[in-house]
């Protein structure tokens, strides 16, 4: 059985609320934030917030990160830049157990950024990684059974849907 969560439109509008949302916590930064995003549909919704990012900041590079989210031993942000005193907003379509945000700081947190925060489209409520997203699409409160995806088709985000 599938249940949509947000269709399209509907994911549209809320990454327009949420890169307002960003803009107004960081609205002493002028210049840059970088906004990375976990490889796959994590890096499309990265992609969109940095679009409407852009209408706040300077300079909004996009970044993916790269790791195997079932065995996240090697962890690698492309392209490589020094994040040393630079804000960065990390990205991903769904946080489950939090698990893949947490070791996708790893590399940000050696370098010292002056500020990173998450955010994601979907947000679990089963946590079992000491990590609470910044910003969030929704938040669901579903079974351990229960599992999430974000459709991509072409870069762009056509839906997000409940399955069990």
Known sequence: MQTTILN?????FTLQRMALQIAEDWHT?????????????????????QQHLQKYFEQVPVHT?????????EVAINPATNFTQQFVLLVDDVSNSGKTLLYAMKPLLQQHPAGIKTAVLVERLHKQFPI????????????LQ???????????????????
């Open 8 to 12: 399209s439109s509907q994911i549209s």
């Open 132 to 143: 609470q997203p910044n910003y969030v699409g929704v938040s669901l409160a579903t079974t």
């Open 29 to 49: 930064v002028t210049r840059t934030v970088h906004v990375i995003g976990v490889v796959g549909a994590g890096e499309v919704v990265a992609n969109i917030l």
């Open 146 to 164: 229960d599992h999430i995806v974000v459709q991509v088709n072409n870069q762009s985000l056509e839906q997000a849907y409940l399955t069990n």
């Open 65 to 73: 990160v790269h790791l195997n989210k079932a065995f996240p031993e």
